[in-house]
């Protein structure tokens, strides 16, 4: 895997998380089934705050400025193809960093808002650490990008931010038949380029430590199908298989009522992070594939470190559904989520 460079953060162990309490209320939520608390919206629309926010933004761009970020709906570009769909683990969707003079103080902090408004606000504190662990200690907006494709003001438009361990997208779902605006990405090291065994300090490393939960709940012949001794595939390779498509590890319909109920609790921390449109998105996408009795649940036994038993490289698929956690040297999840298996994966690893 290549990174554009090595960056060594200090540790640290406090996530911010109120563990006991928060997993008091997972339990309860996945007890009653994934995703069972009744909607309050639908899918992100352009009335949904964070698109509302990228209109005011747009609506705030000078000439020289559009020219520069702004891109037609379907703008292809010569390294990276479909410009609005690609994801990677370090790159830059546009030149000026948000928190440089090219924007204004008030485009700033909308695009501040747009980026807030798109995570659980829970969440926001744990993202701004990892942001700025990420980048040598920069503070937000030195190091992250944005692209708008489409206008705000017609049917279709998507708002991209990307840096370093970020990817994310804003699109008031007008990208057809996928969740999250499309495939987004997220890492973080924490304790180096070289995680230390138990990733001190990483704001994602308890959705891995629930995983592991559920592998220590498998009986030893489950653990075999489980656990994928090869190596582990390329972190960026999630595309979408589809209903005939061949998932590792141990399908879902093989885990008994209270394995379930805990892979539906790692299921419920994982989309924690984000606003409850995107979550109900992901839950129609996760439905419409058949739900989580179409995935399969592995765990890589290459990569993991510190030679623990405690898997930092694991995966659960399904024909549309694609949530690839890989731990070694640090953190990385690539996340793809449709309800449609057509729908074409842009993604390299640059």
């Not at 190091?143 to 970020?166: D, S």
């Amino acid at each position: 895997m290549h990174e554009e460079k090595k960056i060594i953060c200090p540790d640290c162990d406090d996530t911010g998380l109120d563990r006991r309490g928060f997993l008091r209320g997972v339990a309860a939520t996945a007890a009653a089934g994934l995703f069972a608390v009744p909607r309050l919206n639908a899918a992100p629309s352009p009335q949904s705050k964070a698109e509302t926010l990228v209109k005011k933004l747009y609506d705030t761009l000078n000439d020289k400025q559009k020219k520069t970020v702004c891109f037609a709906w379907d703008h292809v570009d010569k390294k990276r193809g479909l410009l609005r769909s690609h994801v990677s683990n370090n790159w830059h969707i546009t030149q000026p960093s948000v928190s440089s003079e090219f924007y204004t103080k008030e485009q700033q902090a909308i695009v501040l808002d747009i980026f807030k408004s798109v995570f659980n606000p829970e969440w926001h504190s744990r993202l701004m650490k990892q942001l700025k662990d990420d980048t040598d200690g920069a503070d937000w907006g030195e190091k992250q990008n944005i692209a708008l494709f489409g206008k705000p003001t017609e049917e279709k438009f998507e708002l991209v931010m990307t840096g370093r361990h970020l990817t994310m997208r804003c699109d008031g779902n007008s990208t057809s038949h996928v969740a999250l605006g499309g495939p987004i990405f997220h890492g973080h090291a924490a304790s180096g380029f070289t995680e230390k065994v138990g990733h001190p300090g990483n704001v994602f490393w308890h959705q891995a430590k629930e995983a592991n939960r559920v592998y220590q709940m498998l009986s030893g012949k489950q653990q075999q199908l489980a656990l994928v001794t090869g190596k582990r595939p390329d972190e960026w390779k999630v595309p979408l298989q589809g209903p005939k498509g061949k998932f590792p590890g141990i399908p879902v319909t093989e885990l008994s009522k209270d394995q379930r109920a805990a892979l539906e609790k790692v299921l419920m921390l994982l989309v924690e992070p984000y606003r409850k449109e995107d979550v109900d998105e992901v839950r129609d996408c996760l439905k419409a594939q058949g739900g989580l009795e179409a995935c399969s649940l592995a765990f890589y036994k290459d990569g993991d470190l510190g030679n623990d038993g405690e898997w930092d490289n694991w995966r659960i698929e399904g024909p549309t559904f694609v949530w690839y956690f890989r731990g070694t040297p640090h953190v990385h999840i690539w996340i793809n989520v449709a309800d449609d298996p057509s729908v074409e994966l842009n993604s390299r690893n640059l």
